[in-house]
Nanobody
Framework: QVELVESGGGLAQAGGSLRLSCAASGRIFSINTMSWYRQAPGAQRALVAAIASGGSATYADSVKGRFTISRDNAENTVSLQMNSLKPEDTAVYYC???????????????WGQGTQVTVSS
């Protein structure tokens, strides 16, 4: 069984910072891409940032220059440093990992439970 657990959400003022972390645990053989998504009320879940196992990262245009994604392959963790936060960053943030377990030869997408980020103006 695989579990992704997020932490670090909360309330911040506009212009402030928050750091999200996600730890993957279980019988994990390898992890390919790790990502952060977010879903605001009434909106679809959207990709915020993704990082490959080799470290190359991609970002949504709306967060470029403000957010930084990083990962620790040895610890199976991914983090999202969010700076210069804006009210429009308010959403539930979800961790995602494309991983393979010891029980399967296929890579499967797993999700965390989500963590709320609220940015006040």
């Amino acid at each position: 069984q695989v579990e992704l657990v997020e932490s670090g959400g909360g309330l911040a003022q506009a212009g402030g910072s928050l750091r999200l972390s996600c730890a993957a645990s279980g019988r994990i053989f390898s992890i390919n891409t790790m990502s952060w998504y977010r879903q605001a009320p009434g909106a679809q879940r959207a990709l915020v940032a993704a990082i490959a196992s080799g470290g190359s990262a991609t970002y949504a245009d709306s967060v470029k220059g403000r957010f930084t994604i990083s990962r620790d392959n040895a610890e199976n963790t991914v983090s999202l440093q969010m700076n210069s936060l804006k009210p429009e960053d308010t959403a539930v943030y979800y961790c995602n990992a494309d991983l393979r377990t010891y029980y399967s030869a296929r890579y499967v997408s797993f999700w965390g439970q989500g963590t709320q980020v609220t940015v006040s103006s």
